[in-house]
């Protein structure tokens, strides 16, 4: 099993502040497998980022995503106030064939 | 847009059977597309529970195959889970969604607004 570990697990900043949440893999993700979703309370996940970099359909670009092997990175640029949620890392390939990270609650200092 | 609404009991006794249906609207089920179960318990992050092609192909995650069914019914767009021999372990929100997938891999989206079962008598 691929074990996603994502840190810090609570971050505090404040809007306008750039935020770099990162999700490192126990064993390499094969190609480009890697997605990041945002999470609200009593909300379902919203896709952000998907194949590493690329943003999913209306989500703004102060998202961005980087990394490859086991190391991946969720950027947001400048943060708005309605950025503040959970965000979950996805992998997929290895067995099970998808698991996620454990979440990293990004909180307004 | 394609949108998907989970449906069933909120409630399960403990080692009865939890049974949901995930209705899929704005898409058909039988487009090229895998359909996942995915929970998460209160306060918990998220697992996949597994997935099902509209041709009937599963694929489960290994810690819930022995008491995972997933099915799907093409008439009504729809495809529904079945977990049995559940504890309060299962409590959980559950959501449906479509995966996705291409060269550059394999995600989820969009997400349905999840349904929470507890298990409890």
């Known amino acids: 099993e691929i074990v996603l570990t994502q840190s810090p697990g609570t971050l505090s900043l404040s809007p306008g502040e750039r935020a770099t949440l990162s999700c490192r893999a126990s064993?390499?993700?094969?190609?480009?497998?890697l997605a990041w979703y945002q999470q609200k309370p009593g909300q379902a996940p919203r896709l952000l980022i998907y194949?590493?970099?690329s943003r999913a359909t209306g989500i703004p670009d102060r998202f961005s995503g980087s990394g490859s092997g086991t190391d991946f990175t969720l950027t947001i640029s400048r943060l708005e106030p309605e950025d503040f949620a959970v965000y979950y890392c996805?992998?997929?390939?290895?067995?099970?064939?998808?698991?996620f990270g454990q979440g990293t609650k990004l909180e307004i200092k | 847009q394609v949108q998907l609404q989970e449906s069933g009991p909120g409630l399960v006794k403990p080692s009865g059977t939890l049974s949901l249906t995930c209705a899929v609207s704005?898409?058909?089920?039988?487009?090229?597309?895998?359909w996942s179960w995915i929970r998460q318990p209160p306060g918990k992050g998220l697992e996949w529970i597994g997935e099902?092609?509209?041709?009937?192909?599963?694929n489960y995650n290994p810690s819930l195959k022995s008491r995972v069914t997933i099915s799907v019914d093409k008439s009504k767009n729809q495809f529904s889970l079945n977990l049995n021999s559940v504890t309060a372990a299962d409590t959980a929100v559950y959501y449906c969604?479509?995966?996705?997938?291409?060269?550059?891999?394999?995600?989820?989206?969009?997400w349905g607004q999840g349904t929470l079962v507890t298990v409890s008598s």
């Open positions: 194949g590493v970099s």
């Open positions: 099902i092609y509209h041709s009937g192909s599963t």
């Open positions: 969604a479509r995966n996705q997938g291409s060269e550059a891999g394999n995600w989820f989206d969009p």
């Open positions: 704005g898409a058909s089920i039988s487009d090229n597309n895998w």
């Open positions: 996805q992998q997929y390939g290895g067995s099970p064939l998808y698991t």
């Open positions: 064993q390499s993700v094969s190609n480009t497998y």
